[in-house]
């Protein structure tokens, strides 16, 4: 063994002997942020090393089958996670792995990555793959994986708008759900692949039954159950419904609202975002809305979004246009989706006079909510903030230092003044498309 890694493994060992009891949050958060780094490289350094030792027919050598046998019998590593190590190894010279060595990606990251590049066609030139690889590595380094994912799939319909249609057929054969026998313990395991139509009906039973208190029988008492818990629960009362139901009347999907612009409504391209969000390809949430109407954040009727002082909350409308415009929670660090998500009052708060405006309204998750109220953070309207709202830090705390970079991405979709229709039937989108053609980037 080299003296660098033993002298790595003595600290490991001094490490792992200290008391974090009483240790600040300042410390134990500059650990964990240590720690990571610590991770990201020895993940990399690892992937040298096995490629090495492929190369070098390792476990032959050792008395091994393969490096696989070498992994799972001579470490003990399970069958995954040979594969993972191994997969590791197949991508140690790319620029990926380097800058997982550099600390500056998570394992996360380049999951998102990886996925991102084998979504390119076979046929796509070593020089668009690299280019891909680059811009994620750019972007993945200030970003949650749900932003780089985000961003991702934006790159992958810019590079090959045709994928999602080219991908119906591949996504309806992936498509499964598997139920075993009882065990003796009277349980069943499932197992889902769900398209995007599915994933978008599972968000909308979570968010609809699945939260705390909901179908929980004592209201006297604090619902104990897990998410996996009350998402069970949830989707046994769904069921139930649709069982019970008057057969003649069934048919009508969830009331989901999805997120678009006239673009992809007018070419059929693309995916829009499901407040609950999921991705979900144009044509599929055409189908999926046959039966509905439209809510369009785009046409001439005036729609009242300004309460004043008249109502503490946002009205359904508001809470529409606030969707169409932000997406999610507002915050640079939190990727909440909008169902996720409460109508904040972003300039003043409530109790101190504030007005219930769609244009002092923003996204914000609870939790993000909460962290106003308990620990001093303030927001700002900012047109000029890439989401239209800036998140100030309390004063005296790291984060006010280093406070979050603001979270990537377009600013809203549309001006949030923009005047509002409540109801347009799927029959009317021509119309509205032909009536507006200005409006291709306002959201729907």
Known sequence: MHSELTSVLAALEQHLRRDWADAPPEQLHAELVALEQAQRRIRATQARVMDAARAQNTG?????????QMLTSGLGLSPSEARSRLDDAGIADTARMRASGEGKVSAGHLRVIATALNAL???????????????????????????????????????????????ADERARRRSATCSAQGLDLMAHASLTMDPQLAALMREVHARWGQPGRLWPDPETTDSRTDGQRMHDALVHALQLSLSADAAKTGAPAAIVVRMNLDQLATLAGCGQTDGGIRVPVPEALAMAQNNHWFLALCDQEMELKLFRSKRTASRYQRLALFAAYGGCTHPDCDQDARHSQAHHADKPWAAGGLTNIDELALASGDCHAMIQRTGWRTTPDPRAPQGVRWIPPQGTPRATAPPPPKPGPPPLSPLTTPVLTYALLRDLDQAIAA???????AA
């Open 60 to 68: 032959r050598e050792m008395g091994f089958v393969n490096e696989r």
């Open 436 to 442: 507006r053609p200005d409006a291709g980037k306002a």
């Open 121 to 167: 066609s076979d046929n796509t030139d070593e020089a668009t793959r690299a280019d891909l690889e680059d811009r994620l590595l750019a972007h993945a380094e200030h970003c949650t994986t749900r932003q780089l994912q985000a961003h991702a799939h934006q790159l992958l319909d810019a590079l090959d708008p045709g994928r999602t249609e080219r991908g």
